[in-house]
């Protein structure tokens, strides 16, 4: 099912069966909706009336898209899986499931508690929303420390090994904590740590180095572990 909200309208696209053409609702009343004639919705601005949206339909196994050109959006919707592409206009100013959309790759992953999520099954289940019609999986957030509110951060700490060739970056098996900017730590530890190593000069290395400065990279849990180093880092961090 879909259930989207634009401006005053709720919009809604209800399967009934399995194998049944869905039902399309604007405002709980029934629309009609046909591979041939589509659904458009207007305004009134007092001089003329505006076109707000529209609803097409595709297909014998409908594909749904509903397109706002005012509001500089349109949804593609299967059955199965949602399509939205947004104007740039949006760019910086929209989060959810679909991203944040300011062109950084690597904050995709922020829950609507301001946490960074580590993959896409954590992060979905951040935005469930229980309800009668459905039970909201087991959830618990996986984030220590919320973005923008702490001086701890969580980071996978690297080493340069080697030398020309031979030379390798290493990242630790788990995130280590470490200061924020203006922070200081309250005491300092020593940790014996594993480390997965990569060729320096592979364009992949780079990419994970500049994320390392940023985000913990959880998938190196799942890595054999090349070298063993002792660390150093905080235990934890306070603003003074």
């Known amino acids: 099912a879909l259930r989207m909200f634009m401006d005053t309208f709720k919009i809604e696209i209800m399967p009934i069966t399995e194998d049944g053409t869905p039902i399309v609702r604007v405002n709980g009343k029934k629309v009609p909706v046909t591979p041939e004639e589509p659904f458009r919705q207007f305004v009134n601005t007092g001089v003329r009336d505006i076109e707000v949206f529209n609803i097409m339909m595709y297909g014998s196994r409908p594909i749904y898209r509903i397109i706002s050109d005012i509001f500089g959006i349109r949804t593609t919707y299967n059955g199965k899986g949602i399509f939205i592409q947004v104007a740039p206009i949006y760019r910086g100013n929209v989060c959810g499931l679909c991203g944040d959309y300011n ?13 960074l999520h580590y993959n896409s099954t954590s992060f979905g289940n951040s935005y469930v929303i229980p309800s009668g019609e459905c039970t909201a999986p087991e959830y618990r957030s996986p984030c220590t420390y919320p973005i923008g509110d702490t001086c701890t951060l969580m980071r996978t700490k690297t080493m340069e090994i080697g030398e020309g060739r031979n030379r390798q970056i290493c ?4 995130p280590l904590p470490k200061c924020a900017e203006s922070c200081i730590e309250t005491r300092m530890m020593t940790t014996d740590m594993g480390f997965h190593c990569l060729p320096a000069k592979d364009s992949t290395t780079k990419d994970l180095l500049a994320q390392a400065a940023i985000r913990p990279l959880t998938m190196f849990r799942r890595k054999r572990q090349d070298r063993e180093m002792t660390i150093q880092h905080p235990e934890s961090c306070y603003r003074p």
């Open 103 to 115: 062109l950084n790759k690597f904050h995709e992953f922020i829950g609507p508690d301001m946490c």
């Open 171 to 174: 990242f630790s098996i788990r």
